[in-house]
Structure formats: structure tokens, C-alpha cells
């Protein structure tokens, strides 16, 4: 089962909400905050679509550079040691822990998820 939507490159996860008896949608990875309900799948989707043509509609009107999804940079927080031995592993390799982290992420996502991943090159 998906729960999410995709439009221009946007994503949103949706719940059901039984107490108000709608679909509840939020868009994801921006930091400005879109949601969006509808009371049936076709509205639903609609008013996802909706919203993100008004979200880029009001920073087009006020000069502001729409939030984009994946900006390719992200900040993991991890143990002392478990970075030391990363570290350690990529210089045997003689590759940036940058490059090591990538290649490791790439290969269980290719491995494990139902998305389709393309390895960077």
C-alpha cells in the first residue's frame, strides 16, 4: 500500500483521520509547512496539487526560492566509535568517509527499498 503523493517533485504522506472522517496530507522535506485534507482520494489528491501550485504561486509573488525536497546534503548523527571506524575503512579504501557513507547508503537502498535507486556517480 503507498501512502504517499508525488507532484512536480513534492512528496506527501497521507492518513486517515476516523475521528473527522478525511484524509490528512503533509508535505515533506521543506521547511515550510503544507498540508492539505479532502474527504475522498480524488479531492484528496487535488488539494495536494492545489496546494503545491499555491505554494509556488506565493513565492514567485514575494521573490522567495521555493523550498526544494532533496537538497543532496543531510546531517547524520552517530556514535564516536562507529564514525572512527568508518573513517578508518574509507581511508583503507582510499576513498572520502564522504564517499564511503554515499556508497554504503546507495547499496542498502538499492538492496531494501521498494523506490528505485540510481546510484551518483
Known amino acids: 500500500m ?5 507532484y512536480k517533485g ?4 497521507i492518513e486517515y483521520d476516523a475521528d473527522d472522517e478525511i484524509f490528512v496530507g503533509r508535505v515533506f522535506g521543506i521547511t515550510d509547512s503544507l498540508n ?7 479531492e484528496l489528491k487535488m488539494m495536494f ?6 505554494y509556488l504561486a506565493f513565492c514567485k509573488e514575494v ?18 566509535e562507529l564514525h572512527r571506524r568508518a573513517t578508518l575503512a574509507a581511508a583503507a579504501e582510499k576513498v572520502t568517509l564522504n564517499q564511503y557513507v554515499l556508497r554504503a ?3 542498502y537502498v ?3 527499498s521498494p523506490y528505485q535507486a540510481k ?3
Request: glycine share 6%; net charge negative.
Open 10 to 13: 513534492y512528496h506527501a504522506t
Open 63 to 80: 521573490g522567495k526560492e521555493p523550498d526544494k525536497e532533496f537538497k543532496g546534503s543531510f546531517n547524520v548523527r552517530i556514535t564516536p
Open 2 to 6: 503507498n501512502t504517499m503523493l508525488e
Open 36 to 42: 492539505f485534507h479532502g474527504t475522498s482520494i480524488e
Open 119 to 121: 546510484k551518483a556517480e
Open 110 to 112: 538499492c538492496e531494501h
Open 105 to 107: 547508503i546507495e547499496d
Open 49 to 54: 496539487e492545489q496546494s503545491i501550485e499555491n
